[in-house]
């Protein structure tokens, strides 16, 4: 069962996403939380699986919500996924390198959003529906960005899964292009998290992005 507090200080907002949460056989609302302090106290307490987490909110945001969430002293291994009106590119940029594991636009259809939350929840953190990927490209594929000297250490083979988890592709798409096992693009996936010192997927794809591959 996958665990979600709704972080959000609209409470007819929060009732909304309970009643969609909850309708799913796999997930269950186990708190609600008004506030960015109050969400980080609540992940504390009740150790989400997932937040969903609103960035307007009083007192502290949710991107700094998120920040303080993920570098907690004792971390709770939420994941905190991104929902917001305000989908703007230094949004996006604020809350992924907060460590958010994906960012979607409040208007996402209701069945994108419980699959998004199955995907952050999996580990495969979640970067869009293709309107939100765009705008970080649009952010930060920049010319002058230099390449990062730990790509250098990656092997021909993670270069490539690196490409492919760039250009959003799981763990079973990048097992199905490189006539691999699941179990093989798994472990590629995860040499290149340890070489690139990469929390999750979401900061391989900042990382290439920054490095101009794609």
Do not use: C, W
């Not at 937040?51 to 007192?59: A, E, H």
């Not at 093989?184 to 101009?212: F, M, N, P, S």
């Amino acid at each position: 069962m996958i665990r979600v507090l709704l972080a959000d200080d609209q409470a007819l907002v929060r009732g909304a996403f309970a009643l969609l949460v909850d309708s799913a056989d796999d997930m269950e609302v186990v708190g609600e939380a008004g506030t960015g302090d109050e969400a980080v106290r609540l992940t504390r307490d009740l150790r989400p699986d997932v937040v969903l987490m609103d960035i307007r909110m009083p007192s502290t945001d949710g991107i700094e919500a998120t920040r303080q969430i993920v570098a907690d002293d004792e971390p709770s291994g939420s994941k905190v996924l991104i929902l917001t009106t305000f989908e703007t590119d230094a949004n996006v940029l604020r809350g992924l390198r907060a460590g958010a594991g994906g960012f979607l636009p409040k208007d996402t259809r209701p069945d994108a959003l419980l699959d998004a939350i199955r995907t952050v929840a999996a580990g495969d953190a979640l970067l869009s529906p293709g309107a939100t990927k765009a705008v970080i490209t649009r952010a930060l594929s920049r010319p002058d960005v230099p390449k990062p000297e730990r790509l250098a250490t990656l092997t021909a083979r993670e270069r490539e899964v690196f490409r492919l988890v760039a250009a959003g592709r799981s763990n079973q798409e990048i097992a199905d292009e490189l006539v691999v096992s699941p179990l093989t693009a798994k472990t590629h996936v995860g040499r290149i998290l340890a070489k690139l010192d990469a929390r999750d997927r979401v900061q391989l794809v900042i990382a290439a992005y920054e490095a101009g591959l794609i």
